[in-house]
Structure formats: C-alpha cells, structure tokens
C-alpha cells in the first residue's frame, strides 16, 4: 500500500505576508540594538566618572599623607631641639647663682693677696674651693666674657661708668667691677665694665 505526501504550497498572499513581518521587525531590532549602545555608553561614562573621582580621591588622600608626614618630621626636628636646649640650660639658674660665691671667692683671695699678713693656708683653701666650681662651670660650658681692653659690646657688657682717657680708643672697655659669663653661647651674665671716653678739652688746655 502506498504512502501519501502532503505538499504544501506556499502561495504568493503568504510570502508578501512572511516579507511584511520581516520588514516590521528589522526597525524593532534596530531600535533595541541602539538602546542596548545608549544603556552601554551611559554606563561607561557613569564608570569613567567614578573612576575620576576617585583618582582625585586618591590624590588628595596621598597629597594630605605627605602633608602630614612633613608636619610629623618637623615635629620630630623641633622636639629633638627643644630637648637639647632644655639639656644645655637646664642647669641655668643654680649656675648663675653659683657666679656670686665665684665674685666672693675672688674677691677674698684678692684681699688676701694685698694684706702683709697673710694665711697661706687660708688662701690655698680659697683657691682650691675657686677652682673645683670653676672645673664645674667648665663641665657645663660656663665660660667668663673677656672684657678688659675689648669694643664695648652692648650684648655682652653693662656700662657701669665711663672714664676720660687718652690711654683706650673710646668706648673701650678699660676695668670691670663685675665679671660677665656665657652658658655656652647664651648669656648667663653680663659684664659690668667701665667705658673709655675722650678727655675734654678745655680753653686752659688749649692755651698749654
């Protein structure tokens, strides 16, 4: 027994049909297709946006880290000099109280020396005494101003008086009545001194 084909027979109303749902879909593709781009460069924008910001993120962060790392370092550095002056003066004030029992100490040995009857003993004791502070002050950099025969210096000596005399160009310094010290280069004390001046002239000394 034979089988029977079934032949179907497309007509020309069905292929106009099938090319009209093929042209209605072609613009629905397209109009996907570039929504689908639109979504895709917004996205990329919106990325690239945020990764600006965040670059200039990271750069603020990183210019605010340097920043913060001078400040420390300077900090340090500051600190460190403090320290070291407080070290180098911390000791200020007793040793410039100590200067007075120095005056004392030279001035009795000075009077001593100028008596006729003098106890040696007594002076050796003083000078003694004298020289173990002085070995101090010397450990502590404490060192006398020399001011005999120098420029008189407002920053390291007191004018107690001045003296007319043609021996020192003026305002120099020709006697101390009080010895000036430095706390290594600090003043600890200044000298007080006595100041050349010119001698006067006067009309007798002219006629001479």
């Given at each position: ?155 390291f000596h007191e004018a107690v008086m001045r003296e007319e005399t ?43």
């Amino acid at each position: 027994m034979s089988q029977k084909k079934k032949i179907k027979i497309k007509t020309d109303t069905e292929e106009t049909a099938t090319d009209q749902e093929t042209e209605e879909q072609a613009p629905a593709d397209d109009n996907l297709l570039k929504s689908k781009t639109r979504d895709a460069e917004t996205a990329l924008k919106e990325m690239e946006a945020k990764y600006e910001a965040k670059e200039e993120e990271a750069r603020e962060t990183y210019d605010r880290l340097l920043r913060v790392s001078a400040d420390f370092e300077n900090y340090k550095k500051r600190a460190a000099r403090e320290m070291e002056e407080f070290r180098k003066f911390a000791n200020q004030s007793l040793l410039k109280e100590m200067l007075t029992v120095v005056d004392n100490l030279e001035l009795a040995i000075s009077s001593s020396n100028d008596g006729e009857k003098t106890d040696q003993g007594l002076i050796e004791g003083l000078n003694l005494t004298l020289n173990e502070i002085l070995k101090v002050f010397e450990k502590f950099h404490v060192k006398p101003i020399e001011a005999r025969g120098k420029p008189f210096d407002p920053a390291f000596h007191e004018a107690v008086m001045r003296e007319e005399t043609d021996d020192y160009p003026e305002n120099t310094v020709i006697s101390e009545f009080q010895k000036g010290y430095l706390i290594h280069d600090r003043l600890l004390r200044p000298a007080m001194t006595v100041v050349a001046m010119p001698k006067t002239t006067t009309p007798e000394d002219k006629d001479q």
